[in-house]
């Protein structure tokens, strides 16, 4: 059996999935900020080996620390080599090639392709039919964009929840929860219109991340929605690791021994 536990650690929450022959069997999350006090708890859960997507450097450095003084192998995503999508020169982030890799394999094997990804910041990354890397669009998500207008204009209120509706509102609560919401509809519509235009004739859509749920209620344009898609593609990443050559973290290696498969 093989086991591994995902790790993708965004800049506003980190996510677990314990994996088993590539189904998901258990989960857990915290707060990105919170990862020197809440990760260690998370990890004893599950004595396997850790293949992590980061994209904030400092907390990843804390889970290895963490991973270290458990013994726990511990693999990087953008220590992997593969060879799903092409083109990218090193420089798509790891959270961002974990979905595509997945969107790929599962959703749009052999069709023209648009991940949306909906979280702290809004990402849609286009892949050809052949596999090929066709850029990326990046721009503020709808919890940061929230946060700063409750900063910047006095009567605007913070928000806890998820929002789900567009209509125009009568207050300035709903004013901003109908007005931010359409806004962000209106991003992945015009994106995704776009790019269908690009990409044409066939494009298959896929959207993750925390507002997918609430943005797909909205629009037609999106045709799949999977918010655990980065995980899913940092286990299909793992699938040609050999854990056997790779050392846990904070060990010597043994002789001739390498760090990837």
Same mark, same amino acid.
């Given at each position: ?12 929450? *980190? ?19 919170? *990862? ?194 980065? =995980?899913?593609?940092?286990?299909? =990443?793992?699938? *040609? ?17 390498? *760090?990837?498969?």
């Amino acid at each position: 059996m093989r086991r591994i536990l995902a790790v993708d650690m965004g800049n506003t929450f *980190t996510k677990y999935a314990l994996f088993e022959d590539g189904a998901i069997k258990a989960t857990g999350r915290h707060p990105t900020a919170d *990862t020197a006090t809440a990760a260690g708890p998370l990890l004893d859960q599950w004595d396997v080996p850790v293949v992590l997507s980061s994209v904030v450097p400092e907390n990843a450095d804390k889970l290895a620390s963490i991973c270290a003084a458990k013994g726990r192998q511990l693999m990087s995503v953008k220590d992997l080599t593969q060879a799903v999508i092409s083109g990218t020169s090193g420089e798509l982030g790891a959270d961002l090639l974990a979905a595509a890799v997945a969107a790929r394999k599962l959703y749009a094997p052999a069709a023209n392709l648009i991940v949306v990804g909906l979280g702290t910041a809004n990402t849609m990354t286009r892949i050809w039919a052949d596999g090929k890397f066709g850029g990326v669009h990046i721009t503020l998500g709808m919890t940061p964009m929230l946060e700063e207008l409750a900063r910047r204009c006095a009567l605007v209120p913070q928000f806890a929840e998820a929002l789900d509706d567009i209509k125009p509102g009568f207050n300035t609560e709903d004013a901003v929860r109908g007005g931010t919401l359409l806004g962000l509809v209106g991003i992945v519509e015009a994106w995704v219109g776009r790019s269908r235009k690009e990409m044409a004739p066939a494009v298959v859509t896929v959207a993750t991340g925390g507002w997918s749920a609430a943005v797909s209620r909205h629009t037609d344009v999106l045709d799949h929605v999977d918010g655990e898609l980065v =995980l899913k593609g940092i286990d299909l =990443l793992a699938e *040609t690791v050999d854990w056997s050559l790779v050392r846990p973290t904070g060990k010597a290696p043994a002789a001739g021994s390498a *760090t990837t498969a």
